[in-house]
């Protein structure tokens, strides 16, 4: 393909992701999926090439774009190359005219960049939510030991501050690795592995993981507790729920078992645990502003309504989790966000309902205590954007 005619699919693809987020369609990992699998005629430069242009115009534009061609041609402004590509070539964009409006840029939607500064977050703190994610990986102790798989993937970088956490270069392709295969490594940001060490699960405990999806934290929690004990995954949502078994049985975790809730009746659905748990972790659904940069048009996707469902959904699951908790047990409330609504805001108003409850230490290796837990950023910390908390029951 001419770089102009790669400039051209780039608009074309960025025109089906902004109608996307605009109207809850898929996401753009997807779209740049189909679409480049479409164009058989491109090559992987070409893809690559692609790729790289609709990301860069994706995280230049903190407003949704009106069009893909005004969120390239504000990428233009900074790449005098980019710009020569609007040629009018048989297959490129049509030529750049002086008075043609580029895309607003910009970090984030202005919602949103006032939500985040009255959350603490500056400047600084915002634009690194759209910086490039780095790959890490979690050695299951069950299997291994971080040392053994150092050796086997010697590019694989120990954290000091995650004990079992490996960060490797981005484009590792971690799925050809025989580790993988064995079970011995799960792909997991450090900071899900250090919210998953901060609930304290011990061996023996009977522990339910309320919004368990596919099982990421699950099978950590499962590792942490050596395998002994219980952990019951749950979720709403069969088809990613019903992906945990087999990746429970490939990494060696036996104690764990799902069960599937219907929305608004999960208390019903686990009426046989009802002051039994020990820990009930809640990793809850939320607005994943801590994980932009690995989707970043998810900023474009997010409305104060959409935020606003999403809080009265967190406080309903704390409050049917808190009826699971045995007394002195342990609730831990997670959200991959760094807005307080989700986060701080969400706990102070859980202890405000329930007395009964206190928020508890976390030790957590890394993070900055905020309100009644703790938080990670990527710019402060290196991972995704989490806040978590540690509630106990009197
Ligand atoms: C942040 S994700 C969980 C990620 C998962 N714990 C992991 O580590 O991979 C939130 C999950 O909450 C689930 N969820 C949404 N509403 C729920 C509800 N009412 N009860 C239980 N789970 C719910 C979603 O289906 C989603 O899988």
New binding site residues.
């Given amino acids: 393909m001419t770089p102009a005619a790669r400039t051209q699919a780039a608009i074309e693809l960025l025109d089906q992701i902004i109608a996307a987020a605009r109207d809850s369609g898929p996401a753009a990992d997807t779209i740049l999926a189909r679409g480049l699998a479409a164009r058989r005629y491109a090559g992987s430069k070409d893809r690559r090439a692609i790729r790289e242009l609709v990301y860069d115009a994706i995280r230049l534009c903190g407003e949704r774009p009106e069009s893909g061609r005004s969120a390239m041609v504000a990428l233009t402004l900074g790449d005098p190359a980019l710009a020569a590509t609007f040629d009018g070539s048989p297959y490129g964009p049509a030529p750049l005219d002086p008075h043609e409006p580029p895309a607003e840029t910009g970090a984030l939607p202005r919602w949103l960049a006032r939500a985040m500064a009255a959350s603490g977050l500056d400047a600084a703190q915002q634009a690194a939510l759209l910086d490039r994610a780095p790959l890490d990986l979690r050695v299951n102790r069950l299997k291994a030991d971080r040392g053994a798989i150092t050796a086997q993937i010697p590019d694989a970088r120990p954290l000091d501050s995650v004990p079992d956490a490996l960060r490797l270069p981005p484009d590792t392709n971690v799925e050809q690795l025989p580790a993988y295969r064995d079970g011995a490594i799960e792909v997991q940001d450090a900071g ?1 592995q250090l919210v998953s060490i901060a609930s304290g699960a011990e061996r023996g405990w009977q522990v339910i ?10 099978l950590a929690l499962a590792a942490a507790m050596d395998n002994r004990g219980a952990v019951l995954a ?4 069969r088809p ?1 729920l019903s992906r945990l078994m087999p990746r429970a049985e490939r990494a060696g975790v036996t104690i764990a078992a799902t069960r599937l ?1 219907d ?2 009746r ?1 208390a019903e659905g686990l009426a046989d645990w009802r002051d039994r748990a020990d820990l009930v972790f809640v ?4 607005s994943g502003t801590g994980t932009w940069r690995r989707n970043p048009e998810a900023r474009w996707r997010l409305t104060p309504a959409r935020l606003e469902r999403l809080v009265r ?1 967190q406080a ?2 704390l409050d049917v989790a808190a009826g699971l908790v045995r007394p002195g047990g342990a609730l831990v409330h997670v959200v ?1 966000s760094l807005l307080d609504a989700e986060g701080a805001g969400q706990v102070q108003a859980f202890l405000e309902r329930h007395p009964e409850w206190d928020a508890a230490p976390l030790a957590l290796g890394a993070g900055q205590a905020h309100g009644p837990g703790m938080r990670l950023t990527p710019l402060s910390h290196s991972t995704d954007g989490f806040f978590v908390a540690k509630l106990i029951r009197r």
Avoid: I, M, Q, Y
């Fill in positions: 899900s993981d309320l919004c368990a999806g596919a099982g990421g934290k699950t749950c979720d709403v949502d990613r809730l929305p608004g999960e990793d809850a659904p939320c959904t309903h699951l991959c």
